[in-house]
Every structure is written in C-alpha cells, then in structure tokens.
C-alpha cells in the first residue's frame, strides 16, 4: 500500500494574518501531530463528552490513533505556520483497502489493544456504523478509498480558511496516490459545514437524538444537542 514515508510539499496559503505551508506528515511529525489533536481535538467532540469519558482516556485513545494513522496507512496533511515552522492544523487521512474477503480493513493490534481497554470505544463504533451500515467499498462500488478523520485546526488560527484547505491539499495527496474517492463522516457542525462548502455529496444523514444502540436498547448519546446531533457521511470522487 502507499504510505507517505517522505514528505511531499503541498503548496502555500496566505491570509492578511499570517503565511502558511501545506506538506503530508511523516511519523517524524507525531509529537507535534498528537499535542495538537490533544489540546484542540480529543476533549471537545460531542460524542465523547456525551458518554463523560475521562480526558486521560481520550488523550490515550487519540494518541495511538495517531500513531497508528502515520505508521500504517497514511495520507495525513499538516498547516505550518510560515514565520515559526510549527504545525497549526491536521487533517488525518487513512488510505483503505478492500481485504481478500471482501470486507472492510481492521484496526492494526495496537489499536485493537486500545479498543479493549476502554471498552466506550465500543458503543462509538456502533454509533459510526448505524451511520452507514452497508460496507463502504460496496457501497461506493471500489477497492480503495481515503478516509478522513480528526480534522483539528490550532484555536489560534481559527476563521483563518485553514480547515478548507487541509480537505483540499488532502484531494490533492490522495490524487497523487491515485485515490479517487474520499469519505468523510463529520461529527461536528463546524467539519460538515466545510464539506458542503466544497461541494461534497451527503450519503446519509443520523439524528442521534433519535438513535437507539442494538445492543443495549439504550441511547448513551441523547445529551447531544443541536446542530451536533446529526451525523452525516459525506463522499467526493476525485477523477471523474
């Protein structure tokens, strides 16, 4: 599978408040990577602060995504601040393949460890896949695709644009891969608004407000409130 092993250089952007530079992450970038998504991403999203995890456990959780997102499959984009180098904003990005069975592919074991261990994590992934039921290769009918997750821009240079263009130099990555399809589930109001900007074609739509878990007949979710409560898959073909 390809894999970003070397950085690429995906452009600039310039706002009246500050320059910045677009490249893919490498796993020499994730200390910076995962500070980042700890500070600004892992104790804010809806769907963990509805089931009151403890934020030592969401820290853990994101910092082995990360890990296992740069080491694995990896199409990550970074924002770079020009004038100081550092890392301002992350879209993570995971290159999938369809498996020999046809099915979608699994968490490597690190991840599979961490499942275990916090078992919130679970009720999450049935939450995720109500979305979508239906296998996403079968369901967009190809063998590969790109998934992005965890978009995560510095408070500092927020309502700068930054966010957009990380979704736009990921087409980009994901086009020099020879991805065509990108899949998104955004679970904030702010990430889905950036998608319908960029013309990003709704599959399914969830109003967790109304959900109820098949396991367990409950809904752990129902304190989300609007406009979080609905979660969306969003897609985009890239080489059409």
Not at 184 to 205: D, G, M, Q, V
């Given at each position: ?28 970038d994730l200390v910076e990577a995962q500070q980042l998504i700890i500070s600004h991403y892992s104790t804010r999203e809806q769907i963990r602060t509805a089931l009151n995890v403890p934020h030592a456990e969401l820290i853990a959780v994101d910092k082995q995504r990360t890990k296992s997102n740069l080491e ?169």
């Amino acid at each position: 599978m390809h894999n970003c092993k070397s950085m690429i250089s995906l452009g600039e952007y310039h706002t009246k408040e500050a320059k910045f530079y677009f490249r893919s992450l490498t796993m020499n970038d994730l200390v910076e990577a995962q500070q980042l998504i700890i500070s600004h991403y892992s104790t804010r999203e809806q769907i963990r602060t509805a089931l009151n995890v403890p934020h030592a456990e969401l820290i853990a959780v994101d910092k082995q995504r990360t890990k296992s997102n740069l080491e694995h499959k990896n199409a990550s984009v970074g924002a770079f601040e020009c004038a100081s180098g550092r890392l301002v904003g992350v879209q993570m990005n995971a290159l999938l393949m369809r498996t020999a069975d046809g099915m979608e592919q699994k968490d490597d074991e690190e991840m599979i460890k961490v499942d275990a261990k916090f078992p919130w994590r679970t009720p999450v992934k049935r939450l995720m896949k109500k979305l979508c039921d239906e296998n996403l290769f079968k369901l967009y009918k190809t063998d590969r695709l790109v998934r992005v997750y965890m978009l995560t821009v510095h408070e500092d240079f927020s309502r700068l644009g930054l966010a957009k263009q990380l979704i736009i130099k990921s087409e980009t990555l994901a086009k020099h891969f020879g991805y065509n399809l990108i899949v998104a589930k955004p679970t904030s109001a702010y990430s889905k608004s950036i998608f319908i900007n960029l013309k990003y074609t709704l599959e399914f739509s969830l109003n967790v407000q109304e959900y109820v878990d098949d396991v367990t007949g409950e809904n752990p979710f129902k304190t989300m409130t609007h406009p979080h409560n609905v979660l969306t898959l969003y897609h985009r073909r890239l080489l059409d």
